[in-house]
């Protein structure tokens, strides 16, 4: 199954270069109760990212963003704690806007939701991030570190 969703994901790709589609997503720098940082893997792309994905069309961001915690790591409860900025991602052909929150979950429940979208999920000390973190990841984790907040490129 992980080869069929790569398999879309690599067509998905193709048609977004053609037709540039403008889109919106969200992504959580979601922190355990004693500060871990939530993590995913998914089927369909390698490395580990933060949990997220797309906005649907006629929902309200915030809507996106619990739902995305809730299918992606099983978090159905998370309390946004601020924005930490919004970004623009040129890659993948798309023109791509990305809303990043920083959210508390209330435990440390944490579990992949979608077997079919989700590889491994983890709770990651901030300074221990796994090897495969992507470099974007990397860079909202540092931003988040030194209490900046803003935008700007993906």
């Known amino acids: 199954m992980a080869l069929l969703?790569?398999?879309?994901?690599?067509?998905?790709?193709?048609?977004?270069?053609?037709?540039?589609?403008?889109?919106?997503?969200?992504r959580a720098v979601l922190l355990s109760p004693d500060g871990r940082v939530a993590l995913v893997r998914h089927t369909y792309l390698d490395g580990w990212y933060l949990p997220g994905g797309g906005v649907k069309k006629g929902e309200a961001i915030n809507a996106a963003l619990h739902r995305e915690l809730a299918e992606e790591v099983a978090v159905?409860?998370?309390?946004?704690?601020?924005?930490l900025g919004v970004y623009h991602n040129r890659r993948e052909g798309k023109d791509d806007h990305v809303i990043v929150y920083?959210?508390?979950?209330?435990?440390?429940?944490?579990?992949?939701?979608?077997?079919?979208?989700?590889?491994?999920?983890?709770?990651?000390?901030?300074?221990?991030?796994?090897?495969?973190?992507?470099?974007?990841?990397?860079?909202?984790?540092?931003?988040?570190?030194?209490?900046?907040?803003?935008?700007?490129?993906?």
């Open 5 to 26: 969703h790569r398999l879309v994901g690599r067509v998905a790709r193709v048609v977004w270069r053609i037709t540039r589609p403008r889109t919106i997503g969200v």
């Open 76 to 83: 159905t409860d998370a309390a946004v704690e601020q924005v």
């Open 102 to 154: 920083v959210a508390r979950a209330t435990d440390q429940s944490l579990r992949g939701a979608d077997r079919l979208e989700v590889a491994e999920v983890g709770w990651f000390a901030l300074d221990g991030l796994p090897d495969g973190t992507t470099p974007a990841t990397l860079r909202r984790i540092a931003e988040f570190r030194a209490g900046a907040t803003g935008g700007g490129s993906w």
